[in-house]
């Protein structure tokens, strides 16, 4: 019935039962020429304002750099961060100015200069702000849990989620094959979400997380406290350690004692296993995430294979794709049960 004659970038109004939808111009005015019995009536319009933030950029702008403008950026929180091509950094602020206007849930827009040094975190510079606060501390909500963080001082993706969801099934499989909560250590530990899940399940009795980087540990600390506050099992204990996780196999506290480690070091965690094993229990779970070059898994997996029986431990291991990193690289999932005799 409509055919031509709906008015683009118009939003459909309700009115009582009835349903107002917007005609243009080619619209006959006559009602009863083609509308089916259906009634005109006038309305103020119902604009839907710009529908992209590039919109918003000055046209004469938008001819110009079209070709260099950000195809995606990334949300964490209320801080918006993108990274920007060289020919468009002189105008970064009337970029940031367009996302601020588009994205009435963006407080923060920030130049994402990439992930650097040991800590993985961001170089990360302000380009506009909504109101005073220009913080880039802010709050993330992931499987209904806030992770307090700041980008700029540690480190978080929240690339992995989906991961730490699947992970819980594993979780909750070795809980119940052993019988009880666990004792969880995640040395490479963030600001915290590996345990989120576990910790809200009652699914740990004692974590013990830490981070080589001294700005993670009082996130780290004040979003998993909160966690265990509220979860199923707030009796759980914490213990927060800042340092190498290549240290905890010499605290005599931590020997022997992991029924589920988390390995979460893409980059270098295979290296660190050996350095690792000791802290595991007698039937331990260990999740870890890698990159590794592309159709490496069976490598991968003959590899963990020795180092673990190199050290005395019988394993059964899992290494799969999880999704693509670069087009030589991927992330894979390691996901290793490891016994002793004893
Ligand atoms: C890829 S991030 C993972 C963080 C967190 N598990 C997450 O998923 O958001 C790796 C973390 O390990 C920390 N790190 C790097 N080298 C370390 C080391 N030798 N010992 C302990 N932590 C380290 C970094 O600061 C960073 O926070």
Same mark, same amino acid.
């Given at each position: ?142 499987? %209904? ?12 993706? #929240? =690339?992995?989620?989906?991961?730490? &969801? @699947? $992970? ?119 999740? %870890? ?12 997996? #003959? =590899?963990?294979?020795?180092?673990? &029986? @190199? $050290? ?31």
């Amino acid at each position: 019935m409509l055919a031509g004659w709906l008015a683009g970038g118009v939003g459909i109004q309700s009115d009582g039962d009835h349903r107002l939808l917007p005609l243009n111009d080619l619209a006959p005015s006559d009602a009863d020429a083609g509308f089916e019995g259906h009634t005109i009536v006038q309305r103020p319009s119902l604009e839907r304002g710009p529908q992209h933030w590039r919109e918003r950029l000055p046209p004469s702008l938008l001819t110009t750099l079209e070709p260099f403008l950000p195809a995606a950026h990334e949300v964490q929180g209320d801080v918006l961060l993108v990274k920007l091509e060289p020919e468009v950094e002189a105008h970064a602020t009337a970029i940031a100015e367009a996302m601020l206007a588009q994205f009435s849930h963006v407080r923060v827009v920030c130049v994402d200069g990439g992930v650097t040094g040991p800590f993985r975190i961001r170089d990360l510079r302000v380009l506009a702000a909504r109101g005073d606060d220009a913080s880039t501390e802010t709050t993330v909500r992931e499987h %209904g849990l806030d992770y307090t963080l700041d980008p700029a001082t540690a480190y978080f993706s #929240a =690339r992995l989620s989906r991961e730490r &969801e @699947a $992970a819980m099934a594993l979780i909750k499989a070795h809980q119940a094959h052993l019988g009880r909560r666990l004792v969880a250590h995640d040395p490479y530990a963030g600001v915290g979400p590996n345990l989120g899940l576990p910790l809200q399940a009652g699914a740990i009795e004692v974590a013990v997380v830490g981070d080589l980087n001294g700005q993670a540990i009082p996130y780290l600390r004040s979003n998993l406290s909160r966690i265990i506050a509220k979860s199923a099992h707030s009796e759980a204990s914490l213990v927060v350690r800042e340092g190498d996780g290549r240290e905890w196999q010499h605290d005599s506290d931590l020997q022997r004692r992991a029924d589920l480690l988390f390995v979460n070091l893409p980059h270098e965690g295979l290296d660190h296993l050996t350095d690792l094993i000791p802290l595991l229990a007698n039937d331990a779970l260990v999740l %870890g995430w890698a990159v590794v070059d592309r159709h490496q898994e069976e490598i991968v997996v #003959a =590899r963990v294979r020795a180092v673990f &029986e @190199a $050290a005395g431990r019988q394993v059964d291991v899992d290494v799969r794709a999880t999704k693509g990193f670069s087009t030589t690289r991927t992330m894979v999932r390691l996901v290793v049960r490891a016994t002793t005799g004893s």
